[in-house]
């Protein structure tokens, strides 16, 4: 099975600073990767994912992460973060894709904390 | 549409109730999940239903019993829980790719 590394447990930033989130993965042939979002009381929204083609993704507000197979590393980044931004981010894998029901491996989870 | 709605938003039960949760999804999944999440935490996985049948149970306590009536619905009875049962429930459906999450029942147990 898969495992993820969250390597920070908190990142306090201030707002318009830039931040990055680490995630680290086990090994495998074929790794589907997930970075999802939890805002404070809400459940967890997808904010960017990679499945395979160009390793550098991206999100619509402004996050992107880059798959390096290398490093077996997924990292979050943010040039510019807003307030709006605090929330916990999880990290994910599957090697599972092409079944119906695949499982999900969470890393720990980051939380950002953007003050002013 | 990429949204799942799940019922009731919070949930306080006793000890010898019987209560359930609903989940809904109208992507045309065929793969439906339910998920516990502690504070905090990342979620754990319960329960993965496949075109409407148990395909995963992860070793969950017999007072969590699912039900999946149909390819659009979801359900989890819950009865004589415990306090350490408190937590936020999960639903998720899935396509060939992505999990997408419900916004989750808080559930208290007294």
């Known amino acids: 099975a898969q495992s993820v590394t969250q390597l920070d447990s908190q990142v306090p930033v201030f707002e318009e600073a830039p931040v990055e989130l680490r995630c680290n993965y086990s090994s495998s042939v074929s790794v589907y990767l997930f970075w999802y979002v939890q805002y404070p009381n809400q459940g967890l929204q997808l904010l960017l994912k990679y499945l395979s083609g160009s390793t550098l993704v991206e999100s619509i507000n402004g996050f992107e992460a880059e798959f390096n197979k290398s490093q077996t590393s997924f990292h979050l980044r943010k040039p510019s973060v807003h307030i709006s931004d605090t929330a916990e981010y999880f990290c994910a894998v599957s090697d599972q894709l092409g079944s119906n029901d695949y499982k999900l491996s969470f890393g720990a989870g980051t939380t950002v904390t953007v003050r002013a | 549409d990429t949204e799942v709605t799940q019922t009731p938003k919070h949930l306080v039960m006793g000890m010898t109730n019987k209560k359930s949760l609903k989940c809904e999804q109208h992507?045309?999944?065929?793969?439906m999940y339910w998920y516990k999440q502690k504070a905090k935490k990342p979620p754990e996985l319960m329960f993965v239903y496949s075109y409407e049948k148990l395909s995963i149970n992860e070793s969950v306590p017999s007072r969590f019993s699912p039900e999946c009536p149909n390819s659009s619905l979801l359900n989890l009875h819950l009865h004589a829980l415990q306090p350490e049962d408190s937590a936020l429930y999960l639903c998720a459906s899935a396509g060939r790719e992505t999990q997408y999450f419900g916004p989750g029942t808080r559930l208290l147990v007294l």
């Open positions: 992507m045309g999944h065929r793969a």
